[in-house]
């Protein structure tokens, strides 16, 4: 199993839709999460960060983390084209530096 | 800031000989960190260092990867010798510290072996 899996997708959804991505993660110790989002050729760009149950609102985007069930989601309101892209999910766990990453999630959203 | 800088932005090479990425992190960053991603495995951890001495090196492939970092604003991977199943991009990143905040991604260095 991996430490932290995504839906490969693609996720299509229609432009001013809500996409809504999801994320699990195996380590019950890891504390804070992280949505990036990379478009194609270019670098993953962090966009999100979660670090207590419950939601987090930024402008269009929504993170939403319960603990519990080890889940992680990002919800994007009003989908643009230009939200098309891969969003990655990272956990960080205990005292170390690292992020581990999922996969990604190919998000496309039609005009 | 100019963020973190990665050099070369492409590199194409020939089976066997060496190559060497080049990362230069935020100043002021003191964690740094090598990903490699490809389609099938996404991004893997291959090395990370925080100031300037290397922590876990236990996503490093083979023998053929090694990393350095002599100074808090360089850090090298090197391939030697390559191979064609190392074509991929690599990414530098570096964090203040712990990766509680997250950290900043580079442009990345596509290698590709021949």
């Known amino acids: 199993q991996k430490e932290v899996e995504q839906n490969s997708g693609p996720l299509s959804v229609p432009e001013g839709a809500i996409a809504s991505l999801n994320c699990t993660y195996s380590d019950r110790g890891s504390q804070s999460f992280f949505w990036y989002r990379q478009y194609s050729g270019k670098s993953p760009e962090l966009i999100m960060s979660?670090?207590?149950?419950g939601d987090k609102e930024d402008g269009r985007f929504t993170a939403q983390l319960n603990k519990a069930s080890q889940y992680v989601s990002l919800l994007i309101r009003d989908s643009q084209p230009s939200d098309s892209a891969t969003y990655l999910c990272a956990a960080h766990t205990g005292t170390a530096s690292k992020l581990t990453f999922g996969t990604g999630t190919r998000l496309q959203v039609t005009l | 800031d100019a963020g973190v800088i990665q050099s070369p932005r492409h590199e194409v090479t020939e089976m066997g000989q060496e190559v060497t990425l080049r990362c230069k992190p935020i100043s002021g960053h003191n964690s740094l960190f090598w990903y490699r991603q490809t389609m099938m495995r996404g991004l893997e951890l291959l090395i990370y260092f925080n100031n300037n001495v290397p922590i876990d090196d236990s996503g490093m492939p083979e023998d053929r990867f090694s990393a350095k970092m002599p100074n808090a604003s360089f850090s090298t991977l090197k391939i030697q010798p390559s191979e064609p199943r190392d074509s991929a991009v690599y990414f530098c990143a570096s964090s203040p510290g712990t990766a509680v905040y997250g950290y900043t991604f580079g442009s990345g260095t596509r290698l590709t072996v021949v």
């Open positions: 979660i670090y207590s149950n």
